[in-house]
């Protein structure tokens, strides 16, 4: 990486205030002699986990948004309501790059846990499950009369795992927020995630681990 310089960067608040900010800019030489303006960082900010000139605790705040609403118009109009106005396609590339930040911290077996998510001499319960649903996917040819990209509805099977903690009676304890995820990548790519989880809750200090597996007959 090689520096460009300083520039002002405007960093976006959970306030709806704009800080301005005199940062450095990191650029690869192979970009720089091919002209690719936008392919570098600010790596005084990725340091302090500021992405997309937006602070922490508004990537979360909107993240977590997207995930609760319906549609991200409507992520859209609660941040307006509170103070903050960010345009939807900001919105949306906010909650998808976050999630993909969140991903990687995943697999790396790096989760922030709390003192309630230990294992140690507990019974786990670990259970895995598919599912179905639609898929918007483009469709290639001409667009609509009004300007729209056609696309499938493809039926896709999202495969799901979960992990909670029981008591000795079988009971699902309260104290422990189960652990609910899941994926498009098959069998192999639920494994692979449910290996990040299991490494980072130190299963191997659990008192018992029960596997459930839901099978159906035809």
């Not at 319906?70 to 396609?89: A, M, N, P, W, Y």
């Not at 290639?140 to 979960?162: D, F, N, S």
């Not at 079988?170 to 498009?184: H, L, N, T, V, Y």
């Not at 449910?194 to 018992?208: E, N, P, W």
């Amino acid at each position: 990486m090689k520096s460009e310089g300083f520039e002002t960067v405007q960093i976006q608040t959970s306030s709806g205030c704009t800080i301005p900010i005199h940062v450095r800019y990191y650029r690869r030489a192979c970009d720089r002699r091919n002209g690719k303006r936008y392919k570098g960082l600010y790596a005084a900010l990725a340091l302090l986990g500021i992405h997309d000139r937006c602070t922490p605790i508004l990537a979360a705040m909107v993240s977590a948004w997207s995930a609760l609403l319906s549609s991200f118009e409507e992520v859209r109009q609660v941040l307006c309501d509170h103070g903050t106005i960010l345009d939807v396609k900001v919105i949306r590339k906010l909650a998808y790059r976050y999630a993909e930040r969140a991903r990687v911290v995943q697999q790396m077996g790096l989760l922030p846990l709390n003192e309630e998510d230990n294992l140690q001499g507990r019974r786990v319960v670990i259970s895995t499950d598919g599912g179905r649903t639609r898929l918007r996917e483009k469709k290639r040819g001409p667009r609509t009369a009004k300007g729209r990209t056609r696309y499938h509805g493809a039926w896709r099977e999202p495969k799901l795992l979960i992990i909670y903690v029981v008591d000795a009676h079988g009971k699902q304890e309260k104290s422990f927020a189960p652990f609910i995820d899941g994926g498009f990548n098959g069998p192999d790519g639920l494994f692979l995630l449910l290996k990040g989880y299991l490494k980072s809750l130190c299963i191997q200090k659990a008192d018992k681990v029960l596997f459930v597996g839901i099978a159906t007959q035809n």
